[in-house]
């Protein structure tokens, strides 16, 4: 099969993050953009997310359609785009400033789509056989019904591969494990030089600690994120936690 040549197609709609409009008690996700990859590279709890979705992608039968959901700057679309290199792939990211930089990052591939909405504006005019979903939910208005669109989304018997920080984002204690691993890797003035380019991540994860004290932004337990997502109609195959213990990793199939 030839790899589908789809350009670099972007679906624009203005459809900002609409978790709340009061822009004081979340993430300025555009602000975030231009940093994330920066320390992302430096963090090794996200890279060993990022290798455990590598070795997901392996186990199971090449899906023709992925959609990642909330997909950011693109590191899982590039991951799958380089694993499924015949498979149509989805970038779904209301940010405008975060899916700029998957398009400059991810421009070499040919088989992504870049879709600028939320998920609640997408439609079910194809169905995907798998659907990522990383860091994302939690940030959702209604997480029920976000998953239930998720539902929609796939074919019946596809995949949900699902990872959703579910505590609190405790702030001095990632920016004590992320200094002290910058330190090994690179020296102090190697740490200090990431970091002081990388500050902006600070200032966003404070903010999204505040939204999650508010209320504005979803924090759960293992059991919470479990049970919510087989009530929408998945069965869950694996479930483990993550990320030092924040985040939640769920493998789950579309029930028929």
Request: with cysteine; proline share 6%; glycine share 4%.
């Given at each position: 099969?030839?790899?589908?040549?789809?350009?670099?197609?972007?679906?624009?709609?203005?459809?900002?993050?609409?978790?709340?409009?009061d822009r004081s008690v979340r993430a300025d996700w555009s602000a975030y953009a231009t940093a994330y990859d920066l320390l992302s590279e430096h963090?090794?709890?996200?890279?060993?997310?990022?290798?455990?979705?590598?070795?997901?992608?392996?186990?199971?039968?090449?899906?023709?359609?992925?959609?990642?959901?909330g997909g950011g700057t693109g590191n899982y679309t590039e991951i799958?785009?380089?694993?499924?290199?015949?498979?149509?792939?989805?970038?779904?990211?209301?940010?405008?400033?975060?899916?700029?930089?998957a398009q400059a990052k991810l421009a070499a591939h040919r088989n992504i789509i870049y879709d600028n909405r939320a998920l609640e504006a997408v439609g079910a005019s194809s169905t995907a056989d798998l659907i990522v979903c990383v860091h994302a939910l939690y940030a959702m208005p209604e997480q029920e019904q976000?998953?239930?669109d998720m539902r929609r989304l796939l074919s019946p018997g596809g995949w949900l591969y699902l990872v959703d920080l579910g505590r609190y984002?405790?702030?001095?204690?990632?920016?004590?494990?992320?200094?002290?691993?910058?330190?090994?890797?690179?020296?102090?003035?190697?740490?200090?030089?990431?970091?002081?380019?990388?500050?902006?991540?600070?200032?966003?994860n404070k903010a999204i600690y505040e939204a999650q004290k508010t209320g504005v932004y979803w924090t759960h337990s293992e059991a919470e994120i479990v049970?919510?997502?087989?009530?929408t109609g998945f069965e869950v195959i694996k479930h483990?936690?993550?990320?030092?213990?924040?985040?939640?990793?769920?493998?789950?199939r579309a029930t028929a």
């Open positions: 099969m030839q790899p589908r040549d789809l350009g670099a197609r972007l679906v624009h709609v203005d459809v900002l993050r609409p978790e709340t409009t963090n090794p709890a996200y890279q060993a997310l990022l290798h455990e979705f590598e070795a997901f992608l392996a186990t199971i039968e090449t899906p023709q359609s992925i959609y990642d959901i799958a785009a380089r694993a499924c290199p015949d498979s149509e792939i989805r970038l779904i990211e209301p940010d405008p400033h975060m899916i700029e930089a976000r998953l239930k984002m405790n702030v001095a204690d990632w920016r004590s494990y992320l200094f002290s691993s910058l330190r090994k890797e690179q020296g102090l003035a190697g740490a200090l030089r990431v970091f002081w380019q990388g500050r902006e991540i600070a200032t966003q049970s919510l997502v087989t009530e483990k936690p993550v990320y030092r213990g924040y985040s939640d990793l769920l493998v789950c």
